[in-house]
């Protein structure tokens, strides 16, 4: 998938976004500010908009970081990544060969949502250290941004390990397949019908 722009390079990996990535941002702003609108309805309009796009913008964050790690990852096994994509589904890491063990699969495929679940572990911990408890007894924009960041991290990392290929846990059920039968075909076509 090619990005539609640009947006930078980091770590050698350039970094872009799909058109498609609208279909989503506008939506999660939208749905952000009428969350934060109703749940703080002691918020002038300014704040709860702010909040929204703010908390909007570090979900993009976060997403990049999940792709980034992957990368890295992928880079450590001698895999050439180039480029990460955010589109409307997620983001993608193009990495521009398939792994040559079951361990560098595994370890590609398991650490974007192992970067989402810390991420989203921090962003609990740092909003309770704000005052927020759930649901969202905080009257404080940031602490309410930080506890929607470690729901929304947290959900990403378990929907990425839903077994089924080309998500993440996909590619490590591909990965457990190879390592038990030997056999890197037999496992990508096992995990790509789940």
């Not at 941002?25 to 934060?36: D, E, N, S």
């Not at 480029?83 to 370890?107: C, D, R």
């Amino acid at each position: 998938m090619k990005p539609s722009l640009n947006i930078g390079k980091f770590l050698g990996v350039e970094i872009g976004v799909h058109y498609t990535w609208l279909f989503i941002a506008v939506p999660i702003c939208v749905t952000l500010a009428g969350r934060f609108s109703t749940m703080h309805p002691d918020w002038s309009g300014t704040v709860v908009w702010a909040t929204a796009v703010g908390t909007a913008l570090l979900f993009f964050v976060t997403l990049i970081m999940h792709e980034l790690s992957h990368a890295i990852v992928a880079r450590a096994y001698n895999l050439p990544v180039h480029s990460i994509t955010l589109f409307a589904l997620g983001g993608v890491a193009n990495i521009e060969k398939e792994p040559e063990t079951p361990k560098a699969e595994f370890w590609v495929g398991i650490v974007g949502p192992i970067v989402s679940a810390i991420i989203g572990v921090i962003c609990f911990i740092a909003a309770s250290g704000l005052g927020w408890s759930p649901p969202d007894s905080t009257t404080s924009p940031i602490a309410s941004s930080l506890a929607w960041l470690g729901y929304i991290n947290l959900t990403l990392a378990l929907f990425n390990m839903i077994p089924a290929f080309p998500l993440d846990g996909g590619r490590v059920l591909k990965a457990v397949i190879w390592w038990i039968t030997k056999n890197a075909e037999k496992s990508s076509r096992i995990a790509g019908r789940s």
